[in-house]
Every structure is written in C-alpha cells, then in structure tokens.
C-alpha cells in the first residue's frame, strides 16, 4: 500500500504537521511561503532540465567556431594543391 503525496493545502491543514510546526515554534505563514518556494525551486529546475536541446548549440560547433575566429579552418591538410599557405 502506497501513501499518495499531500498537496500544499492538505500538509497545511495536516493536524500531525500543525503539531509539529506548533512545538517547534514555526508560524503556519512561514511554512506556507517554504511551501511555496520550494515548489517554485522545483518548477524551474523542472522546466531547465526539460528546455529543448536544440536551443544550446553543440559544443563541438562552438569550439570549431572559436578555434577558427568565425571563419573557415586554415590548416595544410584543407588547403588546395598550389594554393598558397597561410602565414
């Protein structure tokens, strides 16, 4: 048997929970807004993780990119037969 999660009302409204928040001297207003937070936290870790991939280009075409100041890789083995070397 399985115990489903309370919602943020019903841990609000928990007596057991109330009991505890009472004896260590927590105001119900504060565990609600930690409540809250957490569940924010969580939202936007949630939404980070899930962001489509094809927004953040591939490393590898960033460092050719860089590597290469923006343009077309300069090396011996791409360049034409005859064709004069870079300095």
């Given at each position: 048997m399985t115990i489903p999660d309370l919602t943020m009302s019903e841990a609000l409204r928990d007596p057991m929970i109330r009991l505890m928040l009472r004896a260590d001297r927590v105001p119900?207003?504060?565990?609600?807004r930690l409540l809250q937070k957490a569940a924010e936290?969580?939202?936007?870790?949630?939404?980070?993780?899930l962001a489509p991939a094809a927004c953040v280009p591939h490393r590898?075409?960033?460092?050719?990119?860089?590597?290469?100041?923006?343009?077309?890789a300069?090396?011996?083995s791409s360049a034409l037969p005859g064709s004069p070397r870079p300095q």
């Open positions: 119900l207003h504060e565990f609600a936290d969580r939202n936007r870790a949630i939404s980070v993780a590898s075409a960033v460092d050719h990119f860089h590597k290469t100041d923006g343009h077309r300069s090396s011996a």
